[in-house]
C-alpha cells in the first residue's frame, strides 16, 4: 500500500509514517497533486499503480468513495486540529490497527481521537 498524505495534514506526517511504521507516505504536493481538487486526486489514486490510500481530514475523499467505489481506500482522520506530537501519538496507538483494516479490504477507516472527545 502507498499512502498519499493530503495537504490538510502537516507538511512533516509523510516522512514521519515512512519513518515510522513500515509503509510509504507520500505528500500530494511531491506527487504533483498539490493544486488538485479532490476529484482530480481521487482519480490519480484510482489509475495510479498500487494500491493507493487517501489520509486526509477531508470527508469529500469518503463521498467519492461511497459514491464511486475502491479504489482508492480512504484513511479518514477525523482528530480536529491537534499538536504534531498529540497528532503521532494518535497514530503510534491506531494506525497499527487501522493498516490491519486496510489490509483486510475496508474501503474506509477512520482514526480519530477519543480523549479530545472526552469531558
Same mark, same amino acid.
Given at each position: 500500500m502507498i499512502f498519499w498524505v493530503d495537504a490538510q495534514l502537516p507538511p512533516g506526517f509523510a516522512p514521519w509514517l515512512t519513518k515510522t511504521f513500515p509503509i510509504q507516505a507520500n505528500l500530494l504536493q511531491f506527487l504533483g497533486l498539490r493544486d488538485a481538487n479532490d476529484?482530480? &486526486?481521487?482519480?490519480?489514486?484510482?489509475?495510479?499503480?498500487?494500491? %493507493?490510500? &487517501?489520509?486526509?481530514k477531508d470527508s469529500d475523499f469518503v463521498e467519492l %468513495?461511497?459514491?464511486?467505489?475502491v479504489p482508492p481506500?480512504?484513511?479518514?482522520?477525523?482528530?480536529?486540529?491537534?499538536t504534531n506530537q498529540r497528532l503521532r501519538a494518535v497514530f503510534n496507538t491506531l494506525f497499527p490497527q487501522a493498516l490491519i483494516m486496510l489490509e483486510e479490504g475496508e474501503a474506509i477507516v477512520e482514526i480519530t481521537d477519543t480523549k479530545s472527545q472526552e469531558g
Open positions: 476529484r482530480e &486526486i481521487f482519480e490519480a489514486a484510482r489509475h495510479a499503480e498500487g494500491d %493507493v490510500v &487517501i489520509v486526509s %468513495v461511497l459514491r464511486l467505489g481506500k480512504i484513511l479518514w482522520v477525523t482528530c480536529g486540529n491537534l
